[in-house]
């Protein structure tokens, strides 16, 4: 029936009798409550646990709960079921004093009728036209209108009188009667409003209960997963033990049958050898036997011809076997099993708070990993909920392998924070294969290979050229190219409207006369024989081949103001505009305009640009610093600013990138070269005590050719690991 297990005491499963309340809302019979605390009492406790929450309440010195709070609602459900429900005691009648059974109830006086008072209430005048409902026919709204009646004062001479009134100083409901005798001037409020109140406080409050019964369910999944996660972490390390253990019996048993086998070879050889002596004694021992038996029968038969016939024979043979060397006892060696060290199973199983999932190393940048240079890597250890933690039971395994398979010596500092300074030192250039094991599992992302770079300068070698109009001889050096497929060095000779092609070691060996333009720069394409240069007066690309054949013109309808290009690998041309401060790349054959991009919030101008791994680099001269774009030439970031400290620039002028991926900036005006490596960190420096870098080229065998444009020269700088 509906109700009625809202209303079964949850101790003696029955229906609520005199229902009292603990304070964490769960309802009992006041005396199954009584008896659960003489129980208690018995035991020598002082409280009892809620039977169904298990909060725990002190007992009263009084021996019973009968000072608890009963629940309107719990009462009134009782009653109604009393009314439904045949089985549960009746309701007895309100309005006399003979326990009768209540037949009926009037919701204006707000009482049960047994038959003898309803006729009585029916004959009154003034009750006669009251709502009176017999209960044998009640409906449901009359199930809810008797559960929803006024509650009663339970004041003595205030029964008659229901609680309209809420005592906000004394925080109990009172009747009309209540506030005039025992109430009187306490703030009261009439009882709706002061419920309607406290039910936004109440709603409030399970609206706070009902996020944090979420939270917890989401705790209890939490947890349910990391109790599932422990099981099964736990399985399979016990499974790697089983099968550590297994595998060691397997190789004791290989151990077994191997010991086995050297104790059967053993006994196999010195058997043959006792066997062999054993032939060589009987042999003997048949030899001497056949020979006197021989003697014997002779000298018994003493027959005279047949002993002088075969004396000489007999005393013969037996002397022979007499003298004979006699063969010596094979006394074989001793064997014996000697453990010289016993299995030393160095396992251990232990608990940590370590996330081997969450731990991360942090990786130090492999551009500037260099050979014979002490290198290091942080490894953290962090716990599941990615939070760094310690465990000094933690095992950290370090191993890194050349390329050749060698091992090296690696330091492992444990700063006592859940960092591990993991330091070593490359031998050799090459990759390296680094493997990181904490507490016996692989770190995320491990192993991973490690590029170490070799350890080189550059070195200076000689210097040509002089200030002149002579072959070899330059008036301003613009710019500066080397051919990848021959070797061929181009010099933008500008002053004498010139490109001058010269070998490696300087040698002049021919001109391209211009006189009729200004020339600014010069770029090898990747075919090797072909020459592209800029011209500024008409803004024109010219080209040529490398024996100083024109081939054709390629007007240059998309700069205004070109002052360098550069040829990317796959034959697109870069031009640097100094009309509109914009990079612009164009198609190998110069008729599209593929890219056009610039700076963000810079007004200066770029004179140099190359490209390298989908990168732009390009040099502002005026700003004093090199800008890195993306290969859509998106901005990405500076490399330097104005200065002299490492790093700094002062007009930067020529760019390369050399074969070891380090950028080279020519830093004119602070009289040097730097190299960068391509995530910008600093690497190093070459400085000129009186020469000033304006343009930098570099060939396939590493060497490096500067121009100095104030003493018209080209310096040569050689690969170290060269010389």
């Known amino acids: 029936m509906e109700g009625k297990k809202e209303a079964e005491c949850p101790l003696c499963i029955e229906t609520v009798k005199n229902p009292k309340t603990l304070p964490c809302l769960h309802s009992f019979c006041l005396d199954c409550l009584d008896k ?66 209540a037949t009926c109830y009037c919701f204006v006086c707000q009482n049960f009728l047994c038959a003898s008072c309803f006729e009585a209430h029916q004959r009154l005048k003034a009750s006669r036209g009251h709502r009176n409902v017999l209960i044998d026919n009640l409906q449901a709204q009359d199930v809810q209108d008797l559960i929803h009646r006024p509650v009663m004062c339970s004041q003595q001479y205030h029964e008659d009188q229901p609680l309209e009134f809420y005592c906000e100083d004394c925080k109990v409901l009172i009747c009309h009667k209540c506030t005039v005798v025992s109430h009187n001037r306490h703030t009261t409020t009439d ?15 399970v609206a706070k209960g009902k996020a944090e019964i979420i939270r917890y369910e989401n705790e209890i999944k939490k947890q349910t997963e990391l109790k599932n996660k422990n099981k099964i972490e736990i399985m399979n390390e016990e499974k790697k033990m089983t099968d550590t253990v297994e595998n060691l019996i397997l190789d004791l048993r290989e151990h077994e049958k191997k010991m086995k086998d050297k104790f059967r070879e053993i006994y196999e050889a010195q058997q043959k050898h006792h066997a062999t002596r054993l032939e060589n004694f009987e042999l003997v021992r048949t030899q001497l036997k056949s020979c006197l038996e021989r003697g014997k029968s002779i000298v018994e038969r003493n027959f005279s011809a047949e002993i002088l016939q075969a004396n000489h024979a007999i005393l013969g043979r037996c002397n022979e ?33 370590t996330d081997t999932s969450k731990c991360f190393a942090e990786h130090q940048d492999s551009e500037e990993i260099e050979e014979r240079k002490e290198t290091y890597f942080v490894i953290v250890t962090k716990d599941s909920e990615g939070l760094k933690c310690y465990q000094q039971d933690d095992k950290i395994d370090v191993d890194i392998l050349t390329s050749e398979g060698d091992q090296l010596r690696t330091d492992i500092e444990d700063t006592k924070d859940g960092k591990y300074i993991v330091t070593y030192t490359p031998q050799c250039a090459g990759q390296h294969r680094v493997e990181i094991l904490v507490n016996g599992q692989p770190l995320t992302g491990s192993p991973w290979i490690v590029q170490v770079h070799h350890h080189h300068q550059y070195q200076f070698a000689f210097q040509f050229g002089s200030f002149g109009e002579g072959p070899g001889e330059f008036d301003g050096i613009y710019d500066i190219d080397v051919s990848d497929k021959t ?25 391209i006369r211009l006189d009729d333009v200004e020339l600014y720069s ?92 989908d990168i732009f680099f390009v040099g502002y001269t005026d700003a004093h610093c090199v800008k890195v774009f993306d290969k859509t030439g998106v901005y990405l970031h500076n490399i330097g600013c104005w200065g002299s400290n490492d790093g700094q620039f002062k007009s930067p002028t020529g760019l390369v990138i050399d074969k070891y991926n380090r950028l080279i900036v020519c830093d004119i005006q602070n009289r040097r070269l730097q190299l960068f490596t391509l995530g910008a960190k600093f690497y190093g420096k070459k400085c000129f005590e009186n020469g000033s870098p304006h343009s930098v080229a570099i060939n396939n065998d590493g060497s490096l050719f500067v121009t100095d444009i104030f003493k018209h020269c080209i310096y040569v700088f050689r690969d170290d690991r060269r010389l």
């Open 36 to 101: 659960l605390a003489n129980f208690a009492r018995r035991q020598l406790e002082t409280t009892i646990k809620c039977p169904v929450c298990q909060t725990s309440f002190p007992i009263p010195e009084t021996d019973t709960f009968d000072s608890l709070p009963s629940s309107f609602h719990l009462n009134r459900l009782v009653d109604v079921l009393a009314l439904e429900d045949g089985s549960v005691q009746s309701q007895e009648c309100n309005s006399c004093d003979e326990n009768n059974t």
């Open 522 to 613: 010069v770029a090898f394409t990747d075919s090797g024989d072909l020459l592209t240069l800029v011209l500024k007066s008409d803004k024109e690309l010219r080209l040529f081949s490398e024996e100083g054949q024109f081939i054709k013109r390629m007007n240059d309808k998309h700069t205004a103001d070109p002052c360098h290009l550069s040829i990317a690998s796959d034959g697109r041309i870069i031009i640097t505009d100094l009309a509109d401060d914009k990079i612009k790349v164009l198609s190998p054959d110069g008729n599209e305009l593929l890219q056009s991009f610039s700076a963000p919030d810079c007004d200066e101008s770029p004179t140099c640009t190359i490209y390298h791994q």
């Open 191 to 205: 009882t709706q409003k002061a419920a309607q109140e406290q039910k936004m406080q109440i709603a409030d409050a």
């Open 321 to 353: 076997l007499l003298n004979a060397k006699k063969p010596d006892l094979y006394k074989s060696p001793h064997s014996y099993y000697l453990v010289e060290k016993k299995l030393d199973i160095l396992d251990r199983v232990f608990v940590t708070k």
């Open 487 to 511: 070797g061929t060095i181009a010099v933008a000779d500008g002053g004498n409207k010139r490109i001058q092609l010269l070998s490696c070691e300087g040698n002049f060996r021919r001109e």
